[in-house]
């Protein structure tokens, strides 16, 4: 079942639900980020769903539309060591940006 599913039938006062909302909605982008960024000297990562998933991750970043293309540009680089390094460092400074 999916997790917004499973604790839209909890009925305790707060907002600690969407909190916890959140949490799960980050942690699974930044799941899918990891995943692109082992995988992109095998694979073409450069799908729809990274986009996606990238864009709301930088998108009410200070630094959002620059990490945005940034990642992006990785994806242009043909060195695969370097697209994967370019990729981590990336990566790095997003998870950087998003915390508090």
């Keep these: 079942m999916e997790f917004k ?26 799941s899918l980020l990891q995943w692109a960024v082992d995988n992109c000297r095998e694979k073409d ?11 709301t991750l930088t998108n009410n970043l200070e630094k959002g539309k620059m990490l945005f293309e940034r990642f992006k540009r990785g994806h242009l680089i043909s060195d695969q060591f370097a697209r994967e390094m370019h990729f981590r460092e990336c990566f790095r400074l997003i998870k950087a940006w998003l915390k508090p």
């Design 5 to 30: 599913k499973k604790i839209s039938n909890i009925a305790f006062g707060g907002n600690w639900s969407e909190e916890l909302l959140t949490q799960y909605e980050l942690a699974q982008a930044l």
């Design 45 to 55: 990562v450069n799908t729809s769903e990274v986009q996606k998933t990238l864009h």
